[in-house]
């Protein structure tokens, strides 16, 4: 189970709650509303106080890396720092299944990242950040660049990682997605009004 | 040997030739004609002083006043090197790593060559020990000031690609690979260059003036040969650490990315 407990993202309320083995829990909220920094601050690439607990343990018990091949956040965009696609995969053997689902040809990671069309690079950003197994997956809008069949393919494997007992954390503007894959919602537009009216009172 | 000294009238008949440049100036409208004048003036007063310190420092027999020297250009080369890092960078930590850096890099080198190598008697004689020491430090002083400026930059414009790597459970170094390795080329590169072109398209300056002094050219090459090995060494592990303390400066301890500790560019003017 990962705990969010009074998590403090600067500029959002501090923020608490649960996802389950096997659960996705969307997080919903305008642009600017601290989405991104959330995720971020769960994957401890940003300082917050407050506690994140995957397992019981807290994530300043494990080393920075550790806590992130565990926790892992998938921005956006995918950045890339070699010019050849596979020097930015770990080998691993079920990489070839991965990348056939998501509608990649296995050639790919023989081509360069240059050559690459904003889906393929999108698609590639997914497999890598799931390709070493980690526990919880923080989605930052993961199909924003893609196709309608991309992204039924993209969200057939979140399903699978899911099922596999992965947790999983999704932003994304897509209503529909939410609807398909999330098993909760967390509003951070709310919580924003609570701050507000918290601040008033005092 | 013959050793020709130079008088003072020899000085001002040199200085003529700088009449050239003032014409150059007043004849192209550069304005610089002042700014030419008082730099000349200070290059010699500066150089006169120093000239006088070291033959101050040449008779005493202390090491004190030999480290004393020594401290003082290594404080000198790291206010110089926070200078050149272009307004980046310029935290009184950043001061520190610059300092740490050529103090630890310019003293073991200089020690290394002075002790080991050349080996003279006393073993803290200044006439060696200044001279080794300042071309340590000028040289370890391009090749950290380098790393840092390509290590700073990098670290800006590779930021999304340090933090995925980061964010997929890399260390701080390893996030930082490609740019260090890219910190380490650039730095090591001058002097790379300096053995491939020494003794072809110039003689190098050491071993210039060991000539004119009236050395053997023969003996002054084998100093030179010493002191370019020496300088490639200390630009190295100058560049070693000042990449190494650089990620450290701009990670924290929880392996994040930190900008933050970079100021932010100084606005032009």
């Known amino acids: ?202 | 040997m013959s050793y020709v000294e130079l008088s003072a009238l020899d000085l001002m008949l040199a200085a003529l030739l700088l009449v050239v440049n003032g014409a150059i100036s007043l004849a192209f409208g550069l304005r610089i004609e002042a700014s030419l004048a008082i730099a000349a003036v200070r290059m010699a007063v500066q150089l006169l002083a120093v000239g006088y310190v070291l033959k101050f420092v040449f008779a005493q027999t202390s090491p004190l006043w030999t480290l004393l020297v020594a401290v003082v250009m290594v404080l000198v080369a790291g206010y110089e090197l926070m200078q050149r890092q272009e307004g980046r960078f310029r935290s009184w930590l950043a001061y520190g790593l610059g300092n740490v850096t050529l103090l630890l890099v310019g003293g073991l080198s200089t020690l290394y060559a002075v002790l080991v190598v050349v080996g003279p008697s006393p073993w803290h004689a200044p006439r060696f020990v200044v001279p080794i020491l300042g071309m340590v430090l000028g040289n370890t002083l391009t090749s950290v000031s380098l790393a840092l400026q390509v290590l700073t930059e990098g670290a800006e414009r590779e930021r999304a690609a340090i933090e995925a790597r980061i964010a997929l459970g890399a260390t701080r170094f390893a996030a930082f690979s490609t740019v260090q390795a890219k910190a380490l080329r650039t730095a090591i590169t001058p002097l790379l260059n300096t053995m491939s072109v020494a003794g072809i398209v110039s003689l190098p300056g050491m071993m210039t003036g060991q000539i004119l002094a009236g050395a053997d050219p023969a003996e002054a090459a084998r100093y030179q040969i010493m002191i370019i090995l020496v300088l490639t060494g200390a630009s190295g592990l100058g560049a070693l650490a000042a990449v190494y303390g650089g990620v450290l400066l701009l990670t924290d301890s929880r392996h994040r990315l930190r900008l933050d500790r970079m100021p932010p560019r100084r606005a032009a003017g």
Not at chain 1, 2 to 16: A, E, F, N, Q, R
Not at chain 1, 25 to 45: C, H, M, N, Q
Not at chain 1, 160 to 174: E, K, P, W
């Open chain 1, 1 to 202: 189970m990962l705990k969010i407990d009074y998590l403090t993202v600067p500029g959002l309320p501090p923020v608490s709650f649960d996802v389950a083995v096997h659960e996705c829990l969307a997080v919903e909220g305008p642009s600017g509303s601290g989405k991104t920094r959330l995720l971020r601050a769960i994957a401890d690439l940003d300082a917050a106080d407050g506690f994140v607990f995957l397992e019981g343990i807290e994530r300043r018990e494990l080393p920075g890396p550790e806590w992130r091949r565990r926790v892992r956040y998938a921005s956006a965009e995918h950045a890339w720092w070699g010019s050849s696609v596979a020097e930015h995969f770990p080998p691993c053997a079920k990489l070839g299944r991965m990348l056939s689902a998501l509608g990649l040809a296995a050639d790919v990671l023989g081509r360069q990242v240059a050559e690459l069309s904003t889906g393929e690079r999108q698609r590639l950003g997914l497999a890598r950040a799931i390709a070493d197994s980690p526990s919880v997956l923080l989605l930052d809008e993961p199909t924003a660049a893609l196709d309608p069949v991309s992204t039924a393919l993209a969200e057939e494997l979140i399903k699978l990682q899911l099922m596999a007992g992965r947790i999983v954390v999704l932003v994304s503007h897509d209503v529909v997605q939410i609807e398909r894959l999330a098993h909760r919602r967390l509003k951070l537009a709310d919580l924003g009004r609570y701050n507000e009216w918290d601040s008033a009172a005092a």
